[in-house]
């Protein structure tokens, strides 16, 4: 019996994509009211423990796009990662092939079928001149606002009053994110693993036309990505760093992308 060759998996370099947030309307992502609250307001946002400045935390803005990435495709939640929490993962080889978010967000070591992941997101914090801005404003609490409302009784219309803290309209966060490239040996499979960087382009589409955080259906979290910058950083110390495609917002990056994915295919 002949035994099948081994796959050999390399790294061959990393897109690094890097952006601001800029918070079109209020932006709420919730922290803990314990640890995290300032003024004992009842839905506090998370802040830096040594700054206590708002911020975007990596995971709130992975989890969004895949989150939307997989109602886009229509993928079933058939994986519990506790409380009551579902997310899709393929359960075999070939339901994954044909899977573009366990190809671009990895499956869990636990399972039989388990794949790395090729996106790494990074916390996003305000900028200097966002900071400076927000100092100077009189807003309710250190850098944000409180936003009450009302919850009504559809009988009585007595109302019970609520506070959300959010960070201003305007705000703007510098962000960034990894996407690893991986070699399988042919540059048909090189190229198909530039190709999937769209996805990572799509889900951040996805995320604009949703929201970001909590009480979007109520009006926070509208956001929107601009000043993007992909660059490419390949060989053995990824020491070779370029400037690949740059957009003032993400339809021109998709744009600059896609073009230079046709030059490629070429």
């Known amino acids: 019996m002949t035994t099948p060759p081994e796959t050999i998996i390399q790294l061959q370099g990393r897109l690094l994509l890097t952006f601001t947030i800029v918070a079109k309307t209020g932006l709420h992502i919730g922290g803990s009211p314990g640890v995290l609250s300032i003024g004992n307001v009842d839905n506090p946002v998370i802040r830096d423990p040594l700054t206590r400045q708002p911020y975007i935390p990596g995971s709130s803005l992975r989890g969004k796009m895949r989150s939307q990435m997989e109602k886009q495709y229509g993928r079933p939640q058939n994986n519990s990662i506790g409380n009551q929490v579902k997310i899709h993962t393929c359960k075999n080889a070939d339901d994954y092939a044909s899977c573009n978010v366990c190809k671009t967000f990895g499956i869990p070591g636990e399972h039989a079928h388990s794949e790395t992941s090729r996106l790494i997101v990074r916390d996003a914090f305000l900028t200097e001149a966002s900071v400076e801005m927000l100092d100077k404003a009189r807003t309710d609490l250190p850098y944000t606002e409180v936003k009450w409302e009302a919850a009504i009784d559809r009988v009585t219309s007595a109302a019970t009053p609520r506070q959300q803290e959010r960070v201003p309209a305007g705000a703007i966060f510098e962000g960034a994110l990894v996407f690893s490239l991986y070699s399988r040996g042919s540059r048909e ?22 929201y970001l955080g909590g009480q979007g259906a ?38 600059g992308w896609e073009q230079l994915l046709g030059r490629m295919k070429k």
């Open 189 to 210: 499979d090189d190229l198909s693993e530039l190709v999937l960087f769209s996805n990572v382009i799509e889900g951040l589409e996805l995320v604009e036309q949703d």
């Open 218 to 255: 109520r009006g926070s979290g509208q956001v929107e990505l601009k000043d993007l910058e992909l660059q490419l950083k390949r060989g053995k110390d990824y020491d070779q760093e370029r400037r690949i495609v740059t957009g003032v917002n993400l339809e021109a990056l998709r744009e």
